[in-house]
């Protein structure tokens, strides 16, 4: 079976599409094209909101995510917790996109993930993030019940932390088929994107995470402040989300 | 189905940098030149509007611009008894696509290399000896032209794509303010420099102190509007912050959108083909020759466009692939050490010295893609190498890019958790306070650092990847940590706390952990055959009508950032083609 019949077999024909987003023929262009629309595929599409979720569609997937992302990014005096924000709107919308179907990846045999890791420096894989997540999420929660007997989202702040803190060195197993600490990277990654991209993505709501450092947000013009020395110039952010 | 397509008199190959200042100069002359390029098309109003364009999720994190490695990616080994492996995820490997290239989504640091940069193997040689220069075991060698015959081509391409700055060699007058080091220029550059930051102007003055020369560095981010050789207009930049991995919606940054595609697109002799893949160019029997390039639409279609001359302008990667896949050149083995095609690869050695300024507000949001002050006093050869055992150097800069809360969020004083109240409060005190020195550094080439195609893995239309076999050598490193530590020096100087040092340098190459996408060498130009796969016009030695333009010419590399140098190389292979190769087709340097 070839890649293209592997996609489609596996139900990730959207793979494909960012490749062949634009127009629908490779074109021969004469000419300054003339129209003056937006293109579509460059447009920021808005993460869908209060709907159903797509692919954190399990209730106990969901709290697990939760679990581990609001304690990465927890509620305290600097600003709300991750899901509070909306990373876990954010992570969904991501993973049923293009960047949860691994479109841009180089996802070819063979893999030697020996060699790989060794070579790269970092290990390397043929999944892609939604299928990473979608099993990893099964792992941690089978590892709370073994370890705890408890859902994983049931487990106390400190326990939370604690298997965290194990997952990032690289010191708990979640079976042969997840690399711990490669996991615990990928979600501590999209959890601080969620918190920190632009609203129109699902997450940092009222733009909290631009707001906790002090980024202005989507400004395109700072001729005005370019002069000013070392002060704060105190700038409510804006986000692409257009105002009314 | 096979298409098969009118003749035209040039076919290029890529329509990025290389590719539009290549169609515009033979356009210009009259000759009928169809474009090929595997990306959409892709202009600035319609595609980068302010409203679009400052979205660091989307085009800085996840490279929504750049070319996907599913397109096509390439593996890499440190050494020959490895097996390579592909590079599977964004890395440092940074390639453009679509019309305009990686012009489109640069950051717009635009130098000249330095006259010794040029003739790196002679010049060694003449200062410091034959013993020192055998003694670094390195494969200098020189680019068979001077700086002063690149001089024109280095304006033209400047005066094209709009370039602020202020000019430190003025046909040998030295002029204050500008990099006393740099070659002399036949004139100003066409803007004024832009304005420092918070954090440059501390840096500029810290090294002035130290009695280095800081210099505000060339950028391809416009001081005030503009209007170029080709009758396009430029507006300022307004210091937005979102440039390098972005478009710009201002016209305010050099790029083949805002500057050439304008004027290209309306000439009657001008094609592009878009979405449409070049597989390889096809010889004639005699081998002599090519008579076009083979190619596949994004239907799957294939065709094949003819020819009277092939010019490759895409990338410096695809550039040596495509000689490969084409048979044009012999490959390089560096065991026999026979061979041109994808010898000298090199690539540019970087460090950066992060420090921490309490409760100092440096408001880092207030960026340009080139924005930035520069000392060049070790760089080159501008400094004394005698007992150092090494050759080369770096630029050391304070920049000020951008303030892209994603891509910084790991930057925070040393020891600070990553992750839960710890990293919060450390990112609110950290993200505003903090200044980058960056060395970016020359890299010399070696004998065993080359490229080749894989044997295992292919491209999506069953085509052997490149394959990179490469590691610092001993000169990259040595020179990168004496001009780290001089970057370390100043950085105390300026006051900054908590110093984080990230010397590239001082392990195993690997591509994901990387800075710089300036990726050279593998078809390099030269004076001799035996040597380089081109002549200074970028002429395949061995099939004539093949022309290659891209950082792939570069024998070595300098301690500067590659684009400007590839478009004067550009300009000048252009001119030969319509002032004298087509006139009378054959080699233009006698082997
Ligand atoms: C984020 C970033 C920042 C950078 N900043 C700087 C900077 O500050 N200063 C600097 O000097 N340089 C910088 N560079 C490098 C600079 O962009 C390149 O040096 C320059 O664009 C190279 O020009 P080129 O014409 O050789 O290639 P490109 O501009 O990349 O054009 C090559 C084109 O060829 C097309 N192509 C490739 N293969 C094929 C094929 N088989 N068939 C058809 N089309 C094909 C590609 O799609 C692409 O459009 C930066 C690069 C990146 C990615
Ligand atoms: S920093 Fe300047 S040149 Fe760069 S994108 Fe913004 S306005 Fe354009």
Redesign the pocket.
Known sequence: MNRREALFSLGLAAAVAPLAAKGVKAEELNGFPTATAQNPDHLPVPARRGGEYVVLRDETDRNTVKAVFDRLIPADDHGPAASEAGCIEFLDDQLAGTYGSGAALYLEGPLDPANEEAIMGMPQFLSTPRQRYEIGLKALEAYAQTTDGVAFAALSPDRIDEILTGLEAGEIDLGPEIHAGAFFELMLQNAREGYLSDPIYGGNKDMAGWKMIGFPGARYDYRPYIDRRGEALNLTPVSLIPQD | MTIERPKADVVI?????????MAEELTRAGLNVVA????AWRDTSTDFPPAVDADELKWHTRRTM??PMSV?TTTFRNRMDQTAAPVRNWSAF??????????????????RFTPWDLQVASQTRERYGDAFTDSLNLQLQDWGMSYDELEPYYDRFERIAGTSGIAGNIKGEIQAGGNPFEGPRSRDYPTPPLKDSHWMSKFRETTQNMGYHPFTIPA?NLSQAYVNPLGVNMGPCTYCGFC??HGCGNFSKSS?QACILPVLMRRPNFTVLTE????HAVKHEDGKTAKGVR?VTKEGEEGFQPADVVVI????M??V??MLLSGVGEAYDPVSHTGTVGRNYNYQTCSSVTGFFDGEHMNPFIGG??LAVQIDDFNGDNFDHTGLGFIGGAGIMGYSTDGRPIQRMDNLRPGTKRWGSEWKSGYARDYGSNGTIFCQGTSMPVRDAYLDLDPTYKDRHGQPLMRMTFDWNKNDRDMCSYVTDRAVEIMREVGGSDIIVDNQADKSWNPYMQTS??TQGGAVIGADPTTSALNTYCQSWDVHNVFV????AFPANAG????????AL?VRAAQAIHQTYVNNPGPLVDA
């Not at chain 2, 940074?94 to 130098?111: E, K, L, P």
């Not at chain 2, 333009?549 to 792939?552: L, N, T």
């Open positions: 190959v890529g329509l990025g940098w290389a590719g539009s200042v090929i390029e595997r990306g750049l070319q096509e940074q390639y453009g696509w679509n019309v305009g290239g990686a012009g489109t989504h640069w950051a717009g640091m635009s130098w391809g390098d991995f083949p449409t893949e070049v597989l190619f302008t895409a990338f410096q695809d550039n692939r495509l893609g080139a996408s300036h333009v891209g950082a792939s500067y950032n590659p684009t400007v140098t590839v478009g550009a």
